[in-house]
């Protein structure tokens, strides 16, 4: 089979899974690009992304431009004469940029296109109660998300399961994805097909720090998949009053009952057993949470925390 010379665009550990991918097969990396260092935390410590650490411990040759317009840079990167771009979680990228390998640029997006373009396509698809979800290679053109796509698998959604753990194994699936793809343009066997016409494709936007609140008016099932959508980041959150003092929760896990019930929405009752938190057709149950200042734990570590538990109340 035909090898061919790749250039690998990419940043977080979803990506780095796929670069590894196509580092053990028998195409050839010759490029990296990814994001600038970044320093963060208290003491201001510098952080390499994951994408960057691997080309590194396996010696590949990486770049990580402050503007993917700049000239020394394209030219750089034109001397490589790729025959592809493959890219991953990253930025947005200039036509003059991703118009330039021969067989084109394409990107892996973690969703069924064209639902859930966008930044966040498997958070909103668990937090929708999607049953099936999957990932899709798509030529980059100038729309986000809408180029010919090349190849799409499907993958199932279990009812429990979180945002992480469905990213861990799209992440997998993914990286197989993009070799699929690679090996099917090597040979010209890929037959690229447009992005079907839908009139409300589903979005998944970018997700904001006010957009984590729990909504308790919300029926008990919507607000279990909201829950598990966020979780485990950026994690949903409520507020609770501890004596005179307000505080965020963090809600990572629970479960959820369908009841008739005479209380309202966002009503809390909590003893040394249990913490129910009562919704617009029955009750949530929290399993995994964070206090305010607190690490994460499990409820009955919460629970042990708090000698009287008559001062703790939704507000």
């Known amino acids: 089979m035909k090898s061919l010379k790749i250039i690998f665009f990419g940043t977080p550990e979803f ?13 050839e990396v010759v490029g990296v690009v990814t994001v600038a260092d970044k320093a963060s935390g208290r003491g201001q410590k510098i952080n390499q992304s994951a994408v960057k650490v691997f080309a ?22 034109a001397k490589l004469n790729a025959d592809v771009f493959v890219v991953v979680a990253f930025r947005m990228m200039p036509k003059i940029l991703f118009e330039m390998p021969e067989l084109g640029t394409f990107n892996l997006h973690a969703s069924l296109l064209p639902d859930y373009r966008g930044a966040a396509p498997i958070n ?29 698998n499907e993958i199932a959604i279990s009812p429990n399961e979180n945002a992480g753990e469905l990213h861990d194994r799209l992440m997998e699936m993914g ?9 099917g343009l090597a ?32 029926n008990s099932e919507i607000v279990h ?20 003092d307000e505080k965020v ?22 003893d040394k057993h249990q913490f129910k938190i009562f919704t617009k057709n029955g009750l949530y149950l929290p399993e995994e949470v964070q206090l305010e200042g607190k690490k994460r734990m499990s409820l009955k570590d919460f629970l042990n925390g708090f000698q009287h538990f008559d001062h703790i109340s939704m507000f």
Do not use: C
């Not at 411990?57 to 030219?75: A, S, T, V």
């Not at 890929?190 to 997700?207: D, R």
């Not at 909201?226 to 950026?234: C, D, K, T, V």
């Open 15 to 27: 990506a780095k899974t796929s670069l590894q991918a196509i580092h053990q097969s028998h195409h």
């Open 56 to 77: 590194v411990e396996n010696e590949l040759p990486f770049f990580q431009p402050e503007k993917l317009r700049d000239p020394e840079f394209l030219e750089e990167i």
């Open 124 to 152: 909103y698809a668990v937090i929708n109660g999607e049953k099936k979800t999957g990932a899709t290679t798509f030529f980059i053109n100038e729309k986000i998300d809408e180029g010919n796509i090349l190849l799409q």
């Open 175 to 183: 990286a197989k994805l993009v070799v699929d793809t690679l090996n």
């Open 187 to 218: 040979e010209n066997s890929i037959k690229e097909q447009p992005q079907p016409t839908v009139e409300h494709p589903k979005n998944a936007f970018k997700i904001f720090k006010e957009d984590t609140r729990i909504d308790w008016n919300q």
């Open 225 to 244: 998949n909201f829950i598990r959508g966020m979780s485990p980041y950026p994690a949903a959150f409520t507020s609770i009053k501890i004596g005179e």
């Open 249 to 270: 929760l963090k809600i990572f896990k629970g479960s959820f009952e369908k009841s008739e019930q005479d209380k309202l929405p966002g009503t809390l009752e909590i």
